[in-house]
């Protein structure tokens, strides 16, 4: 299983919209700039996830999008499956029962797959957004701990899978 930079964008926006849950509408401009995401893009992510009834527009002076649904109905492979597709590596579990099946050579392999597919669905599908913000940031540096407001990070600064942030090679 692989998540897209988009898929990243999403889970991103979407765990904004929870925290601000009971705010109303909030902006695509404003999700854009306390997530540091690109708001054109975003635009396409938020108008996938309003045709799949995840969030909601609201027009007018106080539009913008909110969660069509509490964030505790919203799972994690919802989200992931609208926005990449299959969480196993190779498509989803049925075809990999059928690699299965048909290459016995292979089998082993191909049952080891489904098996990490199963633990990554089983996890995803038993979180929701509102276990993702019930266990808070990671550090009390959250910026928007302060506040209430977000600060503009870096790329670099990203809190989302910092790993791809700074690169390969930095092992």
């Known amino acids: 299983m692989k998540v897209s930079q988009k898929g990243l ?3 991103q926006a979407m765990m904004m ?3 601000r849950y009971n ?3 909030i902006r695509i401009r404003d999700i854009a700039y306390e997530e ?8 396409l992510i938020l108008l996938e996830l309003k045709n799949a009834r995840m969030v909601e527009s609201v027009r007018g002076a106080k539009g913008g999008y909110r969660l069509r649904r509490a964030p505790s109905e919203i799972r994690l492979s919802e989200i992931i499956r609208l926005i990449d597709g299959p969480l196993a590596p190779f498509g989803d579990a049925d075809q990999l029962r059928a690699l299965i099946d048909r290459d016995s050579d292979h089998s082993a392999l191909y049952k080891v797959f489904l098996e990490v597919r ?5 996890i ?8 993702l913000i019930s266990r808070g ?10 506040n209430g407001k977000g600060s503009r990070k870096k790329k ?13 090679g930095n092992d």
Not at 124 to 131: F, I, R, S
Not at 137 to 146: G, L, Q, T
Not at 157 to 166: D, F, I, T
């Open 9 to 11: 964008y999403a889970l």
């Open 17 to 19: 919209l929870t925290r």
């Open 23 to 25: 705010q109303g509408a």
């Open 36 to 43: 540091n995401l690109p708001e054109k893009f975003l635009e």
């Open 118 to 122: 199963d633990a990554a669905a089983k």
């Open 124 to 131: 995803l599908e038993n979180t929701t957004l509102a276990d």
């Open 137 to 146: 940031p990671a550090d009390a540096s959250y910026p928007k701990a302060i």
């Open 156 to 168: 670099s600064e990203s809190n989302v899978l910092p790993m791809l942030a700074r690169g390969a």
